[in-house]
Every structure is written in structure tokens, then in C-alpha cells.
């Protein structure tokens, strides 16, 4: 922790940076475990930031979907847009972007509520896999939920 005081941040903020750190630096399921562990003892693992760095670990690691809603949803019911967004983000960028428009539906499916940031992400993942009925789907909810004049999806 000296290293901690002579940077003038307290052991949590500490303990914050080492595991974003350790997230960034993990190339493995075993490895994010591990953290996933730390990040329970600690308690971070209700810091939206937090989750929305491991959300994009899970997005270059497609095999673990399954893990990375037990993940989230352990997180706690008031998990805020931004990790599932990484989350869909990370997919849709990835190269296997239907992967972000399965779990768009499937998180949506759980009670998700899209904002403004998560449409053009998944729009973008239904151009890069060619999904055509899915991004008309996708478009209908978005004029359904009031989001056809905002800018941003664009």
C-alpha cells in the first residue's frame, strides 16, 4: 500500500486499479476467476466500471456467454446499461458479431432495458453479420420505445 499513499489514493482505490489492471492484462478464463473472486471479497464487483471492463474481456472470448450472464446478473439487480452495452459492444466488434444481437435478445429477454447507446451497437453487429430480419427487428423497437429522432443511434 505504499505505493497507494504515495500516489495519494486510499487501499480501495488501490485495490481498484490493481484488478483493472489484472483485467486488462487476463487472457483467460481461469484468470478472470480468479479476479472475479477478488472482485466479490472486495466488493467492487458492484462498480459499474468495473463490470463493464470485464464485460469487454467476455466479448474477445465468445465461449463464455453463458459465464458472463451469471456474471452480471450476480452483480446485483440494479446493474446500470453500461456493462451489458460493453457487452454487446465488445460482440459486435468481435468476429462473431450475431453473437451481440443473441445477447441483446437474451438480456433483453431478463428484463434489460435498452438505452440510447445500446441500439447502434447492435444495429452495427446485424450490418456485420448481414442480419437483415434482425435489424429490422431491432429498428422496431426502436421506433416503439421513442428513440427514431435521436441522433446518436446514427
Known amino acids: 500500500m505504499i505505493i497507494g499513499r504515495l500516489l495519494g489514493i486510499n487501499t480501495m482505490q488501490f485495490l481498484k486499479l490493481k484488478l483493472l489492471n489484472s483485467i486488462h492484462r487476463c487472457s483467460s478464463i481461469r484468470s478472470l476467476k480468479q479476479i472475479h473472486a477478488q472482485l466479490i471479497t ?25 459465464y458472463a450472464f451469471d456474471f452480471l446478473n450476480q452483480s446485483g439487480l440494479h446493474v446500470g446499461t453500461l456493462p451489458y452495452n460493453a457487452l454487446i459492444a465488445a460482440y459486435a466488434n468481435s468476429d462473431t458479431p450475431k453473437a451481440a444481437f443473441l445477447v441483446y435478445g437474451r438480456i433483453v429477454g431478463n428484463g434489460f432495458v435498452p438505452d440510447m447507446y445500446t441500439f447502434p451497437v447492435v444495429m452495427k453487429a446485424c450490418n456485420n ?19 427514431s429522432c435521436d441522433l446518436y443511434r446514427w
Open 42 to 66: 472486495s466488493g467492487l464487483l458492484h462498480d459499474e466500471f468495473v463490470l463493464s471492463k470485464v464485460s469487454e474481456f467476455f466479448g474477445k472470448h465468445v465461449g463464455f456467454v453463458d
Open 129 to 147: 453479420f448481414l442480419g437483415v430480419q434482425e435489424g429490422d427487428q431491432v429498428h422496431g423497437v426502436v421506433e416503439k420505445m421513442g428513440f
